[in-house]
Structure formats: C-alpha cells, structure tokens
C-alpha cells in the first residue's frame, strides 16, 4: 500500500535524479575550460559556441519535463505501480540526456544518427510521462479529493504526437536536423483545439458513469 511518505521519497529522488542530469551537462564546459591556459574569455566561448548551445538546449528541455512532471505530481497523495514504472522510464532518459547533449557539441561525423538519439531519447521521456499521466487518470484515488476529475492528459498526448513527428522527420529529412523541433510551437494551439472538441478528456472514477455537474475541468 502506498503512503505519503513513500510518495515523497519517490519525488525527491526524481528531484534528485534532475538535478544530477543537469549538473553532467556542464561538466564537459569545466573540463574544457580547464585548459583555457592564456587564452581569453571570448576566445575560449567563440570556440565552445556549438558546446554552449547544446548546453542551453539540453538545460531548457530538462527543464521543461520537470516542469510538466512536477505539475502532474502536485495534486496526488499516493502512487501505484505503472506510475512508478513510468517514472523509472523517465528519470532513466534524463540521465540519459546528457550522452547524446555531449555527442551534439563534438560529434564530427554522423550528425543524422546523432540528432535521431538526442530527440529519441525526448520522445522516450514524452512516452513515459504519458504512461505517469495516465496512471494517475486510471486511477483518481491517488489525486487529492479535492483535484479528482481534475486529470487531462491531452497536453501529453500531443507532446508525444509531436515528439513521433519531429523524430521521423529527422531521420527522413536529415538536412533540417534539430531545427524541427520548432514543430513543438505547436503544442499550445493543438492542445486547445482539443480540449475544445473534447477529443482527449480525463477518465471518469471507475464504478462512476459521466454525469454533467458543476465541476470544471482546467
């Protein structure tokens, strides 16, 4: 049986896991700088352009699924074993995330296969949200009484949509590279357009029919 307490170890070790996957980020920029010897500062940031880059990209889509993860945990009291499963599966690809970050700034050859792990591992990271989001929705006892019904898992299921998209387009279009990951600006406007049509909606409490009532869905 799940307790609080263990629900907070669980968050704390994703956390922790985060932290550590943004800090292996920056390590390559250290070492590098370990060398800069006589040279100056614009020099050595001129010559690490493309390592900065990748940096800030990596630190951004980090973020990013933290974010997304830590909204969807903040309203649940207990957990189950496909939301723990799905949570292994994500902290696995974040700490993940930094080997392909690495090869993006010092990969010389190979740039398709390169940018194919880099937004593999992403989509991987989506899929696995998907899998938390829906454990929760399959089962409303462990969000708040208070949030039940609350649950919508359309935001992730564009993500992963989009993320499948952006994938096949970098193996099939390889000149366009990680620039298709613009197609991510999308996900605003595709998530409300369904949840206006009602196409993805939160799973009703099991034994409960859909009735319509005062509560609102956000």
């Not at 049986?1 to 985060?18: I, K, P, W």
């Not at 880099?118 to 089962?139: C, F, K, N």
């Amino acid at each position: 049986m799940s307790t609080e307490r263990g629900l907070h170890r669980l968050t704390n070790f994703s956390d922790a896991v985060v932290a550590i996957a943004i800090t292996l980020l920056i390590l390559p920029l250290v070492d590098s700088a370990t060398h800069i010897g006589k040279g100056s500062v614009s020099s050595f940031l001129h010559h690490n352009d493309t390592q900065l880059l990748a940096f800030g990209l990596s630190f951004a889509v980090i973020w990013s699924f933290w974010w997304s993860q830590h909204q969807m945990l903040e309203h649940i009291v207990g957990y189950s074993n496909p939301l723990v499963a799905g949570m292994f599966v994500w902290m696995l690809s974040i700490v993940f995330l930094p080997f392909p970050t690495e090869l993006l700034s010092s990969s010389t050859q190979g740039g398709q296969g390169v940018h194919a792990l880099y937004v593999g591992t992403m989509l991987i990271t989506s899929v696995a949200a998907l899998v938390q989001e829906w454990a929760i929705v399959a089962r409303p006892e462990l969000q708040a009484e208070e949030h039940r019904g609350e649950a919508d898992i359309a935001q992730t299921v564009v993500m992963v949509l989009l993320m499948a998209v952006i994938f096949v387009v970098v193996i099939a279009l390889p000149a366009i590279g990680l620039w298709s990951l613009l197609i991510l600006l999308l996900s605003r406007p595709i998530v409300t357009l369904v949840r206006s049509r009602n196409w993805v909606t939160s799973r009703p409490a099991r034994g409960r029919t859909s009735k319509p009532g005062p509560t609102s869905r956000t």
